[in-house]
């Protein structure tokens, strides 16, 4: 392989971001290799056996070329996509504003070109990564199952990669233009957050609106939906035929998309550099702040707490990745409201949900608190007790929580004071337990480092879910008056007491 | 004779091996003391458990008569620790970023404003203070964190490398700001590469060498000590690091030969035999 070259390049990229993301799996942690790669494997398996479970009736009776077929097929597909196109725009961000190695690779005497050619492929190739991951199961038990046709599946993943990131590059770029580079790199964020989670919970809800259920795939095979559906051989079911293995549409859908994608790789990586450099002198450029000098506190305790509110508050992304987790907790809500909203008061249905909600907050919002201290050796190094730092980072969390949730909570006490207190305890003590199991995990960390909260232990994030499910049962069984509340509460305590006997401070 | 600024009595640290080794020092107060040593000398690992951000394995550490271990918070108050990378927040302008320094020192916040407007004056910092510390270069970055030291008044300032990464102009604003206040008798202990600093700047100087203390004493002191009649600091600084290094070398071998010398437990059973 000769130095400098695509390939050469390719390799190198590919090894960064294989290491960039074994560090994820193991939390950085060399001797964590061998537990991560048990536990791919582990979780292939599990896939496959799934896979096996779900594909092996339906393909043995055989797969038709009709119109079902196509929109589950295409539904799919579009399903792959939404997760595909947040994750391309998020490495397109990072690839212009991640110094890391630019500075270094654009001081070289490599061409311009190359380098953005090889950025734009492995974007291609990690934005493909999680897609097969997840997909490859179902296509070994389909190739198994119902022949070779289904590898077809492989090239069919790359073009849809291969689309999703030239959307992205021509988001960022739209963007850059438009807004400017500094907040291109916000609003690009938010863009593919919000983009990956529309699609998702959209179907959920659409599928859960029209037949009371969470399923996507009773939505692509109902009757409604296919009634609207163009005939068999509209130019809008290639993608679908290409998955199946037709071997023209199968061409057509990869030329397209490699073509597409040489386009873009053409039409912009002579701005690659000057759009680097411009991101990098702006950077996170001079920003006035609208109310100064009125930072005034008495105690250590008033200074920490309104600091974490200032922080929180003048950071949009940080506020917008936080609220994102409850975001996702509509379609359940929706569930809930839709089957038991005849049989049940409203406000024990929104309970749970609510509960679960400020759950997610809770932990995120700790996390940030706690854990995203940017300046921990200066806090650490001042005159004030561990115990004062820690209980004043609490009470600004709860603070916030309280906020919040206080509006819906008063509402619902309104109308029904017994859920109402039902919703005040399981609020106070989901967030409490939340703190709880950050304090356990807790961690010197940067805030901008939030995303990776959640790989960096999976323990505290399994425990932080399951405590909030086991709060939010414990409301709608304690707002029922069923004694079934009762086991919840144990849940809830035993996820806390998993959580402190896992956890790094006890070891 | 007035109290020392700090007293360091066999302190050590280990990690893998050890950072810190049965180190001991007497730094009097109203100075300034450059700290010298070779990368992983174990000079930031000392000043760290001074501040109580690491926890010595062994020792001894008075700040101005203060126990660090015992009253750590008492010792805090005295004291400020400026790191190599300054930390500040992002998201706070320097302004508002000295008034919450003030509230965690727990200063009357008037007096905080003021004493924030006279450092801002001071540091060159007016036309940025109520911007976002976001974007800012590394040096204006050293310039606010050594702000926020210097807000609550320490008595024992630490910097870790101070100078790395300022302009001409902004190195010699920290210079002066550093003598002023220890004219005003202020104790600032520093760790640096820049030899010329130290030579320039401290009253005395240390060289640790593998966490030990290899050469102690002013300028002079050392001039005086040196073998080779060595006068400027950088050389005087290799040679006793160099010396260090042999005499560590020295101390080894010997504990080998100790260790060859002595007979091992199989070798004694089969003497025995």
Same mark, same amino acid.
């Given at each position: 392989m000769q130095a400098g070259s695509l390939t050469w390049f390719g390799a190198h990229e590919i090894r960064l971001a294989w290491r960039d993301w074994m560090s994820m799996m193991t939390a950085g942690q060399r001797r964590s290799e061998r537990f991560a790669y048990v536990g791919i494997a582990v979780l292939a398996l599990g896939f496959l056996a799934l896979a096996y479970g779900l594909l092996a009736g339906p393909l043995a009776e055989g797969v038709t070329a009709d119109t079902p077929t196509f929109v589950l097929m295409s539904g799919l597909y579009a399903?792959?996509? #939404?997760?595909?196109?947040? !994750?391309?725009?998020?490495?397109?961000?990072?690839?212009?504003?991640?110094?890391?190695?630019?500075?270094l690779l654009l001081s070289s005497p490599v061409s311009e070109r190359t380098l953005f050619t090889v950025r734009v492929l492995a974007i291609v190739v990690q934005t493909s990564a999680l897609a097969l991951f997840l997909i490859l199961p179902f296509m070994a038990v389909a190739v198994m199952i119902d022949g070779a046709r289904w590898l077809a599946v492989l090239p069919s993943v790359f073009a849809l990669a291969a689309i999703a990131t030239s959307l992205a590059l021509l988001v960022t770029f739209l963007l850059f233009n438009l807004i400017g580079p500094r907040r291109t790199r916000l609003v690009a964020q938010i863009v593919a957050a919000v983009t990956g989670a529309c699609f998702l919970i959209g179907t959920q809800i659409a599928a859960i609106m029209m037949f009371g259920e969470m399923s996507r795939v009773k939505l692509f095979q109902s009757e409604e939906v296919l009634r609207i559906m163009p005939g068999v051989d509209s130019v809008v079911w290639l993608p679908a035929r290409a998955l199946l293995g037709e071997p023209v549409a199968l061409l057509t859908t990869t030329a397209a998309s490699a073509l597409l994608l040489t386009v873009v790789i053409f039409a912009f990586a002579g701005r690659f550099g000057r759009t680097v450099l411009i991101a990098a002198d702006v950077g996170e450029g001079a920003v006035k702040a609208r109310t100064p000098g009125r930072f005034k506190c008495r105690t250590p305790k008033q200074?920490?707490? !309104?600091?974490?509110?200032?922080?929180?508050?003048?950071?949009?992304?940080?506020?917008?990745?936080?609220?994102?987790?409850?975001?996702?907790?509509?379609?359940?809500?929706?569930?809930?409201?839709?089957?038991?909203?005849? +049989?049940?008061?409203?406000t024990v249905i929104i309970t749970p949900v609510l509960v679960m909600a400020v759950g997610q907050l809770a932990g995120g919002l700790s996390w940030i608190a706690i854990s995203g201290e940017d300046a921990h050796e200066l806090v650490e190094t001042a005159p004030v007790s561990a115990r004062i730092r820690t209980v004043a980072k609490i009470e600004a969390v709860l603070a916030?929580?309280?906020?919040?949730?206080?509006?819906?909570?008063?509402?619902?006490?309104?109308?029904?004071?017994?859920?109402?207190?039902? *919703?005040?305890?399981?609020?106070? *003590?989901?967030?409490?337990?939340?703190?709880?199991? !950050?304090?356990?995990?807790? #961690?010197?960390?940067?805030? #901008?480092?939030?995303?990776?909260?959640?790989?960096?232990?999976?323990?505290?994030?399994?425990? +932080?879910?399951?405590? #909030?499910?086991?709060?939010?049962?414990?409301?709608?069984?304690?707002?029922?008056?069923?004694?079934?509340?009762?086991?919840?509460?144990?849940?809830?305590?035993?996820?806390?007491l998993v959580a402190y006997c896992l956890s790094p401070r006890r070891a | 004779m007035s109290q020392p600024a700090l007293v360091l009595q066999d302190l050590a640290k280990s990690f893998d091996t050890p950072a810190v080794d049965d180190l001991s020092l007497t730094i009097e107060s109203g100075q300034i003391y450059a700290l010298l040593g070779p990368n992983g000398a174990g000079k930031t690992t000392t000043l760290r458990m001074v501040t109580g951000l690491l926890q010595p394995d062994a020792g001894r550490i008075e700040v101005y008569g203060i126990d660090v271990a015992r009253d750590p918070i008492d010792a805090k108050r005295i004291m400020a620790w400026v790191p190599d990378e300054p930390m500040i927040y992002d998201?706070?302008?320097p302004r508002e970023y000295l008034a919450f320094v003030g509230g965690l020192w727990g200063m009357d916040p008037d007096v905080a404003i003021r004493r924030a407007e006279d450092l801002i004056g001071w540091l060159g910092l007016e036309e940025v203070a109520d911007t976002r510390c976001q974007g800012f270069s590394k040096g204006m970055r050293q310039k606010v964190a050594l702000a926020g030291a210097l807000i609550h008044d320490p008595k024992l300032l630490i910097?870790?490398?101070?100078?790395?990464?300022?302009?001409?102009?902004?190195?010699?604003?920290?210079k002066s700001v550093l003598r002023d206040h220890v004219a005003r008798g202020v104790t600032v202990i520093l760790t640096t590469h820049i030899l010329d600093v130290a030579e320039r700047m401290a009253d005395r100087i240390a060289v640790i060498a593998r966490g030990r203390l290899a050469a102690e004493g002013t300028l002079d002191d050392l001039r005086d000590r040196s073998r080779s009649g060595e006068t400027n600091l950088e050389d005087l600084f290799l040679e006793v690091v160099a010396d260090a290094a042999i005499a560590d070398a020295e101390t080894a071998g010997a504990a080998d030969a100790a260790d060859r010398a002595q007979p091992t437990e199989a070798s004694s059973d089969k003497a025995a035999a």
């Open positions: 399903l792959a996509f #939404s997760l595909m196109v947040p !994750q391309a725009i998020e490495s397109v961000t990072r690839a212009f504003y991640a110094r890391a190695d630019l500075d200074a920490l707490r !309104q600091k974490e509110w200032r922080l929180l508050k003048r950071d949009p992304w940080l506020v917008s990745q936080t609220l994102m987790q409850v975001f996702y907790l509509l379609p359940p809500a929706i569930l809930l409201w839709r089957n038991y909203s005849a +049989e049940t008061v409203a916030a929580i309280a906020v919040a949730a206080a509006p819906l909570v008063l509402a619902i006490g309104i109308v029904h004071p017994w859920v109402g207190l039902v *919703c005040v305890v399981s609020i106070a *003590c989901a967030s409490a337990s939340a703190v709880c199991i !950050q304090l356990m995990f807790r #961690s010197h960390a940067r805030r #901008s480092q939030f995303r990776r909260r959640q790989t960096a232990s999976k323990v505290s994030t399994f425990a +932080e879910a399951f405590s #909030s499910i086991s709060w939010a049962g414990f409301s709608v069984m304690a707002a029922a008056q069923s004694l079934w509340a009762l086991i919840f509460l144990v849940a809830a305590g035993g996820v806390l | 998201k706070l302008t910097l870790d490398e101070p100078l790395t990464g300022l302009d001409a102009g902004s190195a010699r604003q920290v």
